[in-house]
């Protein structure tokens, strides 16, 4: 597998940390990892910073991440990127709804990198 | 868990505290990678040190905190991130959060009937012990203490009637 430039979307500057280890741990190689506070400055970055993946979480200020998956395909570099949902919220109605917007995964919160793995690598690199 | 966990069916604290409980046990085993178990409430009691807090609206309305002292803050941070954030307050602040954070959800996904219909708040963390808390969350309040690294921490979710 190619070294993978992700972006990974959390409130938390914690939760980032964790879930880059977690990346890791699950065997992906990442070239550079950007981040991002909110869907806002998700969408900010991207227009900087392509990359191959995307780790979003959904409770976040300003824009949360569900919008951020509906608004991604408008912006530069967004279009067809796989997004991964990592988060708390874990009912089958949200699920619905984050696949629906256009999410690619959903893994709640808390993960082993087990779950990462089966989740995450099927999707890198196979835009949509 | 073979325990009906249906909002219709089960009434809070004897029913729900195992689920608390759980998941509990299943944040600090997978995200902090030790394992906890309940300690009696009268044995040891937390300090209040650090304060996390997540609110839970909609169908289950109320307010799910964690406390523990600094030290036990710091540890937890610690096993969850490493050696190296151990003194950055700020970081130890975002850690406690997030455990909390991630306990509300676990907890939530675990009963039946709230499914879409209970939202957490974004968590706040609280640093010192010169506080009064006081919650609208009026119904019923179920605790539990789990003993890190020998030190208490104590998780209570103060529900709306």
């Known amino acids: 597998m190619d070294k993978v430039r992700t972006l990974i979307v959390d409130d938390s500057s914690v939760m980032r940390k964790i879930v880059e280890r977690s990346l890791r741990q699950a065997g992906l190689e990442l070239e550079k990892v950007v981040e991002a506070a909110n869907g806002a400055e998700a969408l900010a970055e991207l227009s900087k910073n392509p990359v191959d993946l995307i780790l979003c979480d959904i409770n976040m200020p300003v824009m949360d991440g569900l919008e951020f998956v509906r608004q991604l395909h408008t912006v530069e570099n967004g279009k067809g990127v796989p997004v991964v949902m990592i988060t708390t919220e874990g009912s089958e109605a949200h699920v619905v709804e984050a696949l629906s917007a256009g999410a690619r995964g959903y893994i709640r919160k808390p993960f082993t990198p087990d779950q990462v793995r089966e989740h995450v690598v099927p999707v890198v690199g196979k835009k949509s | ?161």
């Open chain 2, 1 to 161: 868990m073979s325990t009906d966990t249906s909002l219709a069916v089960r009434s809070r604290e004897e029913n729900w505290l195992p689920v608390l409980e759980l998941a509990v046990e299943e944040v600090f085993e997978i995200m902090l990678g030790c394992r906890v178990k309940p300690v009696p409430k009268d044995a040891s009691q937390a300090s209040t040190e650090f304060t996390a807090m997540v609110g839970l609206a909609g169908t289950l309305c109320g307010i799910l905190t964690l406390c523990c002292d600094r030290k036990t803050a710091s540890g937890l941070a610690k096993s969850m991130l490493g050696p190296e954030i151990a003194d950055n307050e700020d970081q130890v602040s975002d850690a406690l959060g997030e455990i909390c954070n991630m306990i509300a959800g676990n907890f939530k996904n675990k009963l039946a009937g709230t499914d879409g219909r209970c939202m957490l708040s974004v968590p706040t963390v609280v640093k010192g012990e010169e506080y009064v808390f006081y919650s609208l969350a009026d119904g019923d309040r179920m605790e539990t203490v789990m003993l890190f690294e020998n030190a208490p921490v104590t998780i209570s979710l103060q529900l709306h009637s």
